[in-house]
């Protein structure tokens, strides 16, 4: 029992000299690292390096950093090394913070900030580009051994308000480690760039990076001011439609099947929408599916038109767009009418059919007359009473 008190108390004695070493602020002094700076490693990508104060004092304790994104959008994060990388977007400049940062869970110490800043890119206001959109698509590549699918990258925009008459647009793009320049430019009647497609990309089709794209200028009037735009590829990413629809009606029972679309996703990892349109009464079915199949309880005597589309799964990756749909299919009939409709046509056209032959029969030989002889009138005494007296006046 001696030997398990000294213990006990050996091990109290350490942790309140641990404590000691970790808490009062007295004793120990955080000093902001030093030789802080922001340097441009790519497109919309920043690298943020600094060193622990060489003053110091060392303790056996874990010192950390705090970093602080100022502008263009602020963001806080803690790391325990001496670098950070940082996507943003940089043409309205970068600036930021990092200071050192001792916690446990009773208390935070910290010491003053050390900040860095980019600058904004020069040029002209008004000269930079606006409303820039991207989507990319993906196809079947047929050419590469390594990836059986190919991402294309579509981009659009307008030429700034200010932008002299001379001003060409040039665009890039950054994914991971690959920075492409573009080769294929739409341009508007002044001949400006005003659009960037791009075939084949080293874009993946289930990344999940931001995809980083510049769009710079030249002018011999004004400096051309750059603008770049951050794109989360789930966002922009246009699904092709489900391949092979098909629709079978067999009595009331309409059934219909598709193939995922072209993608590099598996076949799972989608959802999708079935629109059945009757085209006699304009009554539109909608129903969203996980499966690629769909059996709905119809109308046989009327015709529809059946389309389909799809959208990669939040099982898979975040939600982005739907697909278009699929060429419409056109199943039924709709030539004849219900049987109904026709069964009260036949029999009001018997009727007055009937009643059309009974009314001449009846014209021709007379009948009418002798079915329903006419009332004779009754005599009228005043016209008697009236050459009556006349005619004793005469007689006068």
């Given at each position: 029992?001696?030997?398990?008190?000294?213990?006990?108390?050996?091990?109290?004695?350490?942790?309140?000299?641990?404590?000691?070493?970790?808490?009062?602020?007295?004793?120990?002094?955080l000093l902001p690292p030093?030789?802080?700076?922001?340097?441009?490693?790519?497109?919309?990508?920043?690298?943020?390096?600094?060193?622990?104060?060489?003053?110091?004092?060392?303790?056996?304790?874990?010192?950390?950093?705090?970093?602080?994104?100022?502008?263009?959008?602020?963001?806080?994060?803690?790391?325990?090394?001496?670098?950070?990388?940082?996507?943003?977007?940089?043409?309205?400049?970068?600036?930021?913070?990092?200071?050192?940062?001792?916690?446990?869970?009773?208390?935070?110490?910290?010491?003053?900030?050390?900040?860095?800043?980019?600058?904004?890119?020069?040029?002209?206001?008004?000269?930079?580009?606006?409303?820039?959109?991207?989507?990319?698509?993906?196809?079947?590549?047929?050419?590469?051994?390594?990836?059986?699918?190919?991402?294309?990258?579509?981009?659009?925009?307008?030429?700034?308000?200010?932008?002299?008459?001379?001003?060409?647009?040039?665009?890039?793009?950054?994914?991971?480690?690959?920075?492409?320049?573009?080769?294929?430019?739409?341009?508007?009647?002044?001949?400006?760039?005003?659009?960037?497609?791009?075939?084949?990309?080293?874009?993946?089709?289930?990344?999940?990076?931001?995809?980083?794209?510049?769009?710079?200028?030249?002018?011999?009037?004004?400096?051309?001011?750059?603008?770049?735009?951050?794109?989360?590829?789930?966002?922009?990413?246009?699904?092709?439609?489900?391949?092979?629809?098909?629709?079978?009606?067999?009595?009331t029972r309409l059934s219909?099947?598709?193939?995922?679309?072209?993608?590099?996703?598996?076949?799972?990892?989608?959802?999708?929408?079935?629109?059945?349109?009757?085209?006699?009464?304009?009554?539109?079915?909608?129903?969203?599916?996980?499966?690629?199949?769909?059996?709905?309880?119809?109308?046989?005597?009327?015709?529809?038109?059946?389309?389909?589309?799809?959208?990669?799964?939040?099982?898979?990756?975040?939600?982005?767009?739907?697909?278009?749909?699929?060429?419409?299919?056109?199943?039924?009939?709709?030539?004849?009418?219900?049987?109904?409709?026709?069964?009260?046509?036949?029999?009001?056209?018997?009727?007055?059919?009937?009643?059309?032959?009974?009314?001449?029969?009846?014209?021709?030989?007379?009948?009418?007359?002798?079915?329903?002889?006419?009332?004779?009138?009754?005599?009228?005494?005043?016209?008697?009473?009236?050459?009556?007296?006349?005619?004793?006046?005469?007689?006068?």
């Open positions: 029992m001696i030997i398990v008190a000294h213990v006990l108390l050996i091990l109290l004695g350490a942790t309140e000299i641990l404590q000691a070493d970790l808490l009062p602020d007295e004793k120990i002094s030093v030789n802080f700076t922001i340097k441009v490693t790519g497109l919309a990508q920043v690298l943020l390096q600094w060193k622990p104060n060489p003053d110091q004092e060392q303790r056996n304790v874990n010192l950390e950093y705090q970093v602080k994104i100022n502008a263009p959008k602020e963001d806080d994060y803690e790391t325990r090394i001496t670098e950070s990388k940082c996507v943003t977007i940089l043409h309205k400049g970068f600036s930021a913070s990092v200071r050192t940062i001792l916690q446990n869970d009773h208390s935070l110490l910290a010491s003053s900030w050390a900040s860095a800043e980019l600058h904004a890119p020069p040029g002209s206001p008004g000269t930079s580009i606006v409303n820039l959109t991207c989507t990319t698509n993906t196809t079947e590549d047929n050419y590469s051994r390594l990836r059986s699918y190919q991402v294309s990258l579509h981009c659009t925009w307008l030429v700034g308000t200010d932008a002299p008459e001379d001003t060409q647009y040039f665009l890039y793009y950054r994914y991971g480690s690959w920075t492409e320049e573009c080769q294929e430019y739409s341009k508007d009647t002044l001949g400006r760039n005003i659009a960037c497609w791009f075939p084949r990309t080293f874009i993946l089709s289930k990344g999940r990076d931001w995809l980083a794209v510049l769009v710079n200028g030249s002018s011999k009037h004004s400096a051309i001011r750059p603008f770049d735009q951050l794109f989360a590829l789930h966002a922009i990413d246009q699904i092709n439609p489900p391949l092979n629809v098909t629709a079978e009606i067999e009595g219909i099947q598709w193939e995922k679309p072209v993608s590099a996703f598996p076949i799972h990892c989608f959802d999708y929408e079935v629109k059945i349109h009757n085209t006699r009464n304009g009554y539109l079915q909608i129903e969203k599916l996980m499966t690629n199949a769909f059996i709905s309880i119809i109308d046989d005597l009327s015709k529809y038109d059946v389309q389909v589309r799809a959208a990669v799964s939040s099982m898979c990756r975040e939600a982005g767009l739907w697909s278009e749909w699929s060429q419409p299919i056109y199943v039924g009939n709709d030539e004849h009418k219900p049987l109904r409709e026709w069964f009260v046509i036949v029999i009001m056209a018997t009727i007055c059919f009937i009643l059309l032959i009974l009314s001449l029969i009846c014209k021709i030989c007379h009948l009418w007359i002798k079915l329903f002889p006419p009332i004779p009138a009754p005599k009228s005494n005043i016209k008697d009473l009236f050459v009556t007296t006349n005619y004793e006046k005469a007689g006068i």
